[in-house]
């Protein structure tokens, strides 16, 4: 069985091919920069990387691009071959209570979704649109961010301002990342031979965006991004929580109107917007070199707040198996988790220095065996949990 999965962006495609006989990546990549005179394709193939700049104008004329590419590589005779293809969604609302098998109704909805997520919703229905011209007859499947997160209590996920801007708009915390944090809990609960629907965890996603996530009994119960992935945690540009009357303030002496608000919020602030840089290693980097005084407030600021979240999660689920380091920053820097670590070892985490150090692509425990509560990373691989989904919704359909 073969199953696409695309990740679309405004002007980009990510995307990768899986055989799903063995769960293997046949391969991946990314398109970039569409509908530009200068368009860039990479893609890894083997041990092959295939680079190239081309004019590609709009999204469909990408997948017709990497359509001729699987036939001269031979990976597949063309889209119709596949057997299955499954979309990342960031936002599904209220809407979607699980993954869905696309047709011309969610798409509508997807489409009226775009309000909540104006940044992203828009690229995934060019995406989805040019995979279905393209391969008509291939089921297609959209796979939502928010989905994990539907079990959040209304108490969790409700704001508090009048009740009726969440009747008729749908104000409310959703909640991201969910699909990597599904993904890295049903590892780590096997891991630990913990049934899942005993397993209680704080699972950190922390890359550029970051998102702390509350699983009791194997599900979200609360979770820090909200309506958008602007909520939360300090980030790499985004700035996390905030006071609404800090932006009322900024907005009446500066005069900038909503969107150059919204544009300082989620590219000028977070990291970057306290010291310069949005790559928490390179702030780190800063301060061993340069004891730099505004990486160090950075790195202070961005502890606080990931330390503060995990105490507050701490407080409402009582028991917890299991810290869940996951993602670009959480899987890769030794650094950060050392420090998380240290920070909460009065909750019973003893990390130990040794198995954090260690480089490895696999999931372990990175505290010692003595550890109240264990540690771990664990690799996430979101695209390889929406291969899962698309598998599980055509099986379930009798599409195969």
Do not use: W
């Amino acid at each position: 069985m073969k199953i696409l999965v695309l990740n679309s962006g405004s002007s980009s495609i990510k995307f990768k091919l899986f055989d799903m006989n063995g769960r293997n990546a046949i391969l991946d990549g990314f398109i970039e920069e569409i509908g530009s005179e200068h368009s860039k394709v990479n893609i890894n193939y083997g041990n092959e990387l295939f680079v190239k700049d081309v004019a590609i104008k709009d999204h469909l004329e990408g997948m017709d691009y990497l359509n001729i590419f699987f036939k001269k590589s031979k990976v597949l005779k063309d889209f119709s071959e596949l057997d299955g293809i499954g979309h990342r969604v960031v936002h599904g609302g209220n809407k979607f209570q699980d993954s869905v098998i696309i047709d011309d109704e969610v798409i509508k909805t997807i489409d009226e979704l775009s309000e909540l997520a104006p940044l992203h919703n828009p690229g995934h229905l060019a995406g989805i649109r040019s995979a279905m011209a393209e391969a008509p007859n291939v089921p297609n499947v959209a796979v939502f961010d928010t989905v994990f997160h539907q079990t959040m209590p209304q108490y969790a996920y409700m704001y508090a301002i009048p009740y009726e801007y969440y009747e008729k708009y749908g104000v409310r915390k959703y909640g991201f990342h969910g699909t990597s944090h599904k993904y890295v809990t049903e590892q780590a609960a096997n891991y630990m031979g913990i049934r899942l629907d005993a397993f209680n965890a704080i699972s950190l996603h922390i890359g550029n965006g970051a998102s702390v996530t509350a699983i009791k009994g194997g599900k979200s119960i609360d979770t820090s991004m909200g309506i958008s992935p602007l909520e939360g945690l300090m980030m790499g540009t985004r700035s996390g929580d905030i006071d609404p009357a800090a932006l009322y303030h900024i907005a009446k002496i500066t005069n900038k109107n909503q969107a150059e608000i919204d544009y300082m919020l989620n590219k000028e602030s977070g990291l970057l917007g306290i010291c310069g840089m949005s790559d928490i290693r390179k702030v780190k980097r800063m301060i061993l070199d340069h004891d730099d005084e505004r990486a160090k407030l950075a790195y202070n600021m961005y502890m606080y707040r990931i330390t503060k979240y995990i105490g507050s999660y701490f407080a409402i689920m009582g028991r917890v198996d299991a810290i869940i380091f996951t993602a670009g920053v959480g899987e890769n820097y030794a650094h950060l988790r050392a420090d998380i670590c240290k920070t909460i070892n009065h909750f019973g985490v003893n990390i130990d220095d040794d198995l954090n150090e260690l480089k490895s692509n696999s999931i372990r425990f990175i505290t010692k065996r003595d550890s109240v509560i264990r540690a771990l990373v664990v690799p996430t691989n979101e695209e390889l949990a929406i291969a899962l989904e698309v598998r599980k919704l055509i099986k379930n359909k009798n599409f195969i």
